[in-house]
């Protein structure tokens, strides 16, 4: 299985590319406002990196800086936070939260674990 990767749209960059334009003035006014250039290149960073890739050896869930895999095996469960989110529940106890994945993403996801996820919208059998 190839790797699945699940991130922001790329239309997301588009206010970044604003921000850029809007930034790009000032930039020119002293050499410290050259320093406020970094904020539109740190949210495209954000926006290209933060994401999951779900593959063959598990999950791993990608900030900016990290990234952190939870093996199939270690996986116990998902956990819906309150505001929708998405966490993962290792067989250890400790959570690991799914960036830019929300409650309506468990189908999905559920797709490309190959089973190893339940999906929610179909019935068990009981």
């Not at 960036?99 to 068990?124: E, K, Y």
């Amino acid at each position: 299985m190839a790797v699945a990767r699940l991130r922001m749209g790329r239309t997301a960059l588009l206010p970044v590319a604003v921000g850029f334009v809007l930034v790009l003035p000032l930039a020119g006014v002293t050499l410290w406002a050259l320093l406020l250039l970094l904020l539109p290149l740190a949210a495209a960073a954000w926006v290209l990196r933060v994401g999951v890739d779900v593959s063959d050896a598990g999950v791993t869930a990608r900030s900016v800086v990290s990234a952190r895999t939870v093996g199939w095996p270690e996986l116990s469960g998902i956990r819906v936070g309150e505001g929708r989110e998405l966490w993962l529940v290792t067989t250890t106890g400790s959570q690991v939260r799914l960036p830019v994945l929300r409650a309506r993403d468990l189908p999905q996801l559920a797709a490309l674990s190959g089973g190893r996820i339940p999906d929610p919208g179909t019935p068990t059998a009981r």
